[in-house]
């Protein structure tokens, strides 16, 4: 069976538009975002967000660089930043459609990092 894009396909549970894409019902992008109260101030919050950079760029091998005080890094499938103040650290991260089933791993590995490292 084959449809045609804009086809509406009928079905008693549910009502889809057949399309490439259908941002009404695909986001594309999987996003995670921590933001965790610290008080190392900003130059130990500095030299401990270099450490994960390594740590990432070692282990994941992802490309990364310092914009001000935001260190933004990035990997096929998976581009973020990490927002640093005196007082807070902010996780953004985006993982691409093939990423998407390691989420809940992935935000399990920033909330545990985040734990350890920022007592």
């Given amino acids: 069976m084959s449809f045609d894009k804009g086809q509406f396909v009928e079905n008693p549970c549910f009502r889809v538009e ?13 996003k995670i975002s921590v933001k965790k109260d610290h008080n190392l101030g ?8 270099e450490q994960l950079a390594l740590m990432l760029a070692d282990r994941f091998d992802a490309k ?3 914009k001000g005080n935001k260190l ?9 930043f ?6 807070t650290l902010e996780i953004h991260v985006e993982l691409a459609l093939l990423m998407r ?11 545990n990092y985040l734990e350890k490292e920022l007592r």
């Fill in 18 to 30: 057949c399309s490439a894409f259908n941002p009404r019902w695909f986001s594309g992008m999987a």
């Fill in 42 to 49: 900003l130059e130990q919050a500095l030299k401990d967000a």
């Fill in 64 to 66: 990364y660089e310092w």
């Fill in 72 to 80: 933004v890094f990035h990997r096929t499938g998976v581009k973020g």
């Fill in 82 to 87: 990490l927002d640093v103040t005196e007082t």
């Fill in 101 to 111: 089933p390691f989420k809940a791993v992935v935000e399990r590995e920033i909330h």
